[in-house]
């Protein structure tokens, strides 16, 4: 019988949320000895994998209603996806139809207790010893079905084993973030900018991520009626975080935090995550007293995703990043610099302060911001970031409709703010020369903003367009 959900085992509180289904031959109970062996080897597998997700094991699984029971209380717990070893051999038919019926992301972990095989063997140690084959077996019929799953193979403490399998944990916990995620359009798509359009009703379909349109005149209505002391308690953590220009003035201050607070709010009201804005429509609609690049960068700061001129996708994958990295950032493609070998990287107004040089202070300064009128000059952050190691990465469409992915590494070089640049800026420098870069990603079909985090993730991100089924290049 299977075990009462109660008595699940749960390790670790953090991480991903993991399903861990082992699955046996019920011929052999035959051999007393071989469960209760079975059972302290998975005690020993959940307690590696318990240091990087939290994991729930409903015990050995024999017969297709147990694990149909473990898979179903898998979904019931929102598991971010499901773990499979194969303790001895198992016929594929026992959890075969459960494995393929669900929704949930699927990795085989092809392991085993043994690490070496030696003269001194017995036929128990064969038994204990003897789910490869058992993995080929439901590898096999899983492909039959179109069920895509992934693969990793290694002994259970072998390092490069578990790095795998912890990547791909967080790529199914990404996966399940993108799920319930709520991107907010301030704005349109900027008209004629061709490489940002995308069918929503298809990007819910392939992510889950839902999109919500935010009216400009609600935006408008809050920021008017944003609580003076909510403001000025803004205001004022701005002047303790910031180094506030001279020439700014309390008025334009205000009508930047009041439209923050504004944006705020709706976020909040409707559960969204990351935001789109697009500073043309904001101009054309004539709603709001100035333009959001103050509460962009701060949002930024805040784990949000971000993206400008409306475009959705580089919102989602700013997102995602956030959650993989613990900070991330929007930013775009501005000037090569092909003597320095780099391209200088730069937008309207927006950037994250948590990842910016602490050599200097962070400048909160007014742009004379000649590409759309407001009543109020809008306030941007003025900073360079860090210097370190970094990945780049573009979500698109290409052919068809299709999303890719595209992921590429580099450096943020070090290298200050320019003094005659007020909008925040860095030196990005390619690991490949950067012609040979710049066409190998145009012939990728980049779109022209991308996400930013410190460190090497491409492994993970092409895990996590491997579990959403969509195109990954790397460059």
């Known amino acids: 019988m299977a075990l009462d959900r109660r008595d699940w085992m749960m390790v670790n509180r953090t991480g991903p949320r993991i399903g861990l289904l082992t699955l046996m031959f019920e011929i052999y109970d035959m051999f007393e000895y071989l469960e209760p062996d079975m059972v302290e ?7 590696e994998i318990g240091r990087f997700c939290e994991v729930s ?10 694990v ?3 898979v179903s209380g898998f979904e019931e717990g ?55 084959h058992g993995v080929q077996d439901l590898a096999n019929v899983l492909g039959r079905a179109d ?26 916990s990404t996966v399940s973030y993108l799920g319930s995620l709520k991107v907010g359009v301030l704005g349109s798509v900027l008209r004629g900018m061709g490489d940002f359009s995308l069918d929503e009703t298809q990007l819910l379909c392939t992510t889950g991520v839902e999109v919500v349109h935010l009216a400009q005149r609600e935006i408008a209505r809050l920021a008017k009626d944003a609580p003076d002391i909510d403001v000025r308690v803004q205001m004022e953590e701005d002047g303790k975080r910031f180094q506030v220009s001279a020439d700014v003035t309390p008025e334009e201050h205000e009508e930047s935090s009041r439209l923050e607070w504004a944006i705020r709010r709706a976020l909040a009201m409707e559960n969204i995550e990351s935001l789109a804005a697009n500073f043309m429509s904001i101009d054309e609609e004539m709603q709001l007293g100035t333009l959001p690049f103050l509460a962009s960068s701060k949002l930024l700061s805040e784990g949000f995703g971000y993206a400008a001129e409306g475009d959705v996708l580089t919102a989602i994958i700013v997102g995602a990043m ?38 200097r202070p962070i400048e909160l300064v007014a742009a004379d ?26 979500l698109t469409v290409t052919s068809g409709g299709r999303f890719k992915m595209i992921s590429t590494r580099g450096s943020v070089l070090d290298f200050p703010p320019i003094p005659g640049i007020n909008t925040p800026h860095f030196k990005f420098k390619p690991e490949l020369p ?12 980049c779109s022209h903003h991308f996400a930013l985090a410190y460190g090497d993730w491409t492994p993970l991100v092409s895990k996590i367009a491997d579990i959403l089924g969509i195109e990954f290049s790397t460059v």
């Open 78 to 132: 929102k598991m971010d996806g499901i773990i499979v070893v194969l303790l001895t051999y198992a016929p594929s038919y026992i959890a075969a139809k459960p494995l393929i019926d669900t929704r949930l992301p699927l990795v085989i972990f092809n392991t085993q207790r043994l690490e070496e095989v030696t003269n001194d063997m017995d036929p128990r140690d064969l038994i204990r010893n003897h789910g490869v």
């Open 147 to 172: 069920r895509k799953f992934a693969v990793v193979t290694g002994h259970y403490r072998d390092k490069e084993a578990l790095k795998a399998l912890r990547e791909w944990c967080l790529a199914a």
């Open 41 to 47: 080897f998975t005690n020993e597998l959940v307690s």
């Open 68 to 70: 149909q029971n473990a």
């Open 434 to 445: 950067l012609a040979e870069f710049l066409t190998k990603m145009c012939a990728e079909g």
């Open 322 to 359: 956030q959650k993989l990295a613990g900070a991330a950032n929007f930013t775009e493609m501005f000037t090569m610099d092909p003597k320095g070998g780099a391209l200088l990287m730069s937008h309207m107004g927006e950037s994250n302060p948590s990842m910016a040089r602490d050599d």
């Open 57 to 66: 094991w409903p015990g050995v699984c024999k017969t297709r209603d147990q």
């Open 369 to 394: 911001f000649e590409l759309a009128s407001t009543a109020f000059r809008p306030l941007l952050l003025r900073f360079a970031l860090a210097p370190g190691e970094v990945t780049l990465v573009n």
